[in-house]
C-alpha cells in the first residue's frame, strides 16, 4: 500500500465531514448576529479543527492497534476502526509520526490565536488537547466520561472555540448553541459503540453500553435526541434563532430512524447499516441546515 494513501486512511476522512459542518455553525451563528470576522481566521480555524479531528482519530486507530483491539472488532462502515493496521502492521510508526504532525499544527495554530485575542483561548485549547490525548486510553475507561467526552469536544470545544477564534469573544448565545452538536455528537459516538461492546470489553473498556447496558444506551440516547430538539425550539421562542432554523428538526428526526433500530436490533444493529446511517446523517445535516437558515436569516 502507497505510504501517503495508508496516512489518509488512518485519518478516516469520510467522517471528518462533521468537522467544516461545526465550524460553519460557529461562523454562521457570528454572521447573523453581526459581528465582523476574517475569512483568512475563518479558513485558519477551519485547518485547525480538522487537524484535532485527524489527530484524534490517528492515535486511536494507533492505540487500539497496540491493545490488539483491532483484532479483535468486526469493521463497519461507521465502527470498527480503518483495518489499515492489522492488514499493514509494519505503517504504525507512520500513523504515529502522522499524529504528531497533527499536534504540531493544532498547536502551531492555537498560538497564532493566542497572539491574536489572547489568552481566553487557553482553557478550551488545552482542554482540547487532554481530550485528544486521553480519549482512546483513559476517558474510554470512564463510562459517563466516554459519553459526553464527543459532544463536548465537538460541541463546546470546537464550535465555542471557533466562535472565539472569529470574533474574539464568548457569547452565551454560542454557549446555548453548542449544546445542539454536543448532544447529537454524543449519540453519535454512543451508538457507535453498540457493535463492538464484546470486543471492547477485552480491551478493559468501560464506555456507557459496556457499563450500564443496551437498555439505558438506548434511554440516553432517546433523552439526548430530545433534548437537542427541545433546545433548538426554545432557543427559536427566546429569539436566539430565527423562526427558519425550525427547518433544523428535519435532519434531526432522523435521529427517530436510529432509535427505532436500537429498539429492535439492539447490540446487532451493526447489521442494518441503515439506522447507524441515519445517525451520521443527523449529525452532518443539522448544523449545515442551522448554517444555512441563519445565513439566509
Request: hydrophobic letters at 55%; proline letters at 5%.
Amino acid at each position: 500500500m502507497d505510504k501517503k494513501a495508508s496516512i489518509i486512511t488512518s485519518m478516516r476522512v469520510p467522517f471528518l465531514v462533521l468537522t467544516p459542518a461545526c465550524v460553519l455553525l460557529a461562523g454562521a451563528l457570528a454572521n447573523y448576529q453581526g459581528l465582523d470576522f476574517s475569512y483568512v481566521n475563518w479558513l485558519i480555524v477551519l485547518v485547525g479543527a480538522l487537524a484535532a479531528h485527524i489527530a484524534v482519530n490517528l492515535i486511536n486507530e494507533y492505540q487500539d492497534f497496540e491493545s490488539g483491539l483491532d483484532l479483535k472488532t468486526k469493521q463497519t462502515p461507521f465502527s470498527g476502526g480503518s483495518g489499515l493496521l492489522p492488514e499493514n502492521p509494519h505503517l504504525a510508526n507512520n500513523v504515529w509520526k502522522a499524529f504528531i504532525v497533527s499536534m504540531i499544527v493544532i498547536v502551531g495554530i492555537g498560538v497564532y490565536f493566542f497572539a491574536v485575542f489572547g489568552w481566553q483561548i487557553i482553557p478550551l485549547g488545552l482542554l482540547g488537547l487532554v481530550v485528544i490525548v486521553t480519549y482512546t486510553k483513559f476517558i474510554n475507561k470512564s463510562a459517563i466520561l466516554c459519553l459526553v467526552a464527543p459532544g463536548f469536544g465537538f460541541g463546546s470545544l470546537m464550535v465555542v472555540g471557533s466562535y472565539f477564534c472569529l470574533t474574539g469573544q464568548f457569547s452565551h448565545q454560542m454557549w446555548m448553541l453548542s449544546f445542539i452538536p454536543f448532544f447529537l455528537v454524543n449519540n453519535l459516538l454512543l451508538l457507535n459503540q453498540y457493535p463492538d461492546i464484546e470486543a471492547d470489553k477485552t480491551v478493559e473498556r468501560n464506555h456507557f453500553p459496556i457499563r450500564f447496558g443496551i437498555k439505558a444506551s438506548n434511554i440516553a440516547f432517546i433523552i439526548f435526541a430530545v433534548s437537542a430538539q427541545i433546545l433548538l425550539i426554545y432557543m427559536i421562542k427566546v429569539g436566539v434563532l430565527p423562526t427558519m432554523s425550525l427547518l433544523a428538526l428535519i435532519p434531526m428526526a432522523l435521529s427517530f430512524i436510529s432509535i427505532a433500530g436500537m429498539l429492535k436490533l439492539g447490540g446487532d444493529i451493526a447489521t442494518e447499516p441503515k439506522f447507524l446511517a441515519a445517525n451520521v446523517a443527523c449529525n452532518i445535516l443539522t448544523p449545515l441546515v442551522l448554517s444555512l437558515t441563519l445565513f439566509i436569516a
